[in-house]
């Protein structure tokens, strides 16, 4: 709704020769925005492109020296500034803070439903460690469980091959004695005539060494005698050269 409206000649040009000459246009857009907050009662205000366009037609170093507006404050305390003669667009406005309002909304509504989402995803993550914790404590106790089961298997394993070998021994210490008295008889006549053998040979080898023994003897004795005679010779030699 319309609160109020109001047509003014608002005069630029004293504003604006305080400023440069690259500057005057801006002087004169902030000497209209100062002169409506005087005259209107408030800081909201909203100038239309056409009032815009109509100051910077001549360019920043010639802007008009007063100007013609008409001006409207809205119920909210909103002044929209506009050329006379030209429709304000509020509808146009009101309808540009609707879907202000609107997208403003929506961006909030997708960002609580991202954090819901996020939140839902995150128990879920929480659930599945949960149930994976659970499970591996399970496999553990399974792995536990089985363990000493395996040993078990391992000792009857083991105590069976014992017994299998103890049954094998007794079986040959059996047999072991069961075996004939004759073989026996016979190992025994074997080492006796083994051992009439071995005396025999000893006998040789002892009239051998006995016989080496005496030639060895003789072979000396025949040596001394002849280095004997040989001295001999030599001894009487030598007197007969003397002389």
Do not use: C
């Amino acid at each position: 709704m319309v609160g109020s409206e109001r047509t003014y000649v608002v005069p630029l040009r004293k504003e604006w020769l305080k400023a440069p000459r690259y500057r005057r246009a801006k002087k004169a857009v902030t000497a209209l925005r100062e002169f409506l907050i005087r005259h209107m009662k408030s800081e909201d205000i909203r100038i239309q492109k056409e009032l815009n366009e109509e100051i910077w037609k001549h360019g920043i170093k010639n802007p008009p020296g007063k100007i013609k507006i008409t001006a409207v404050k809205d119920a909210e305390g909103v002044v929209y500034a506009q050329l006379f003669g030209k429709t304000l667009a509020l509808e146009e406005e009101k309808k540009k803070k609707e879907k202000k309002k609107e997208a403003k909304e929506e961006k909030k509504e997708s960002a609580k439903e991202e954090k819901t989402e996020a939140k839902e995803v995150k128990k879920e993550e929480a659930k599945e460690e949960k149930i994976g914790v659970k499970k591996e404590g399970v496999a553990e106790v399974n792995a536990e469980k089985k363990e000493p089961a395996k040993e078990e298997k391992k000792a009857e394993q083991k105590d069976e091959v014992s017994e299998e070998k103890k049954e094998s021994s007794e079986k040959g210490a059996v047999e072991k004695k069961e075996a004939p008295k004759d073989a026996k008889a016979e190992a025994k006549e074997e080492p006796a005539e083994a051992k009439e053998e071995k005396t025999e040979k000893k006998e040789v080898k002892v009239e051998k060494s006995k016989e080496a023994a005496e030639e060895a003897k003789a072979s000396e004795k025949k040596e001394t005698s002849e280095k004997k005679q040989e001295t001999g010779k030599d001894a009487k030699e030598l007197p007969n050269q003397k002389q």
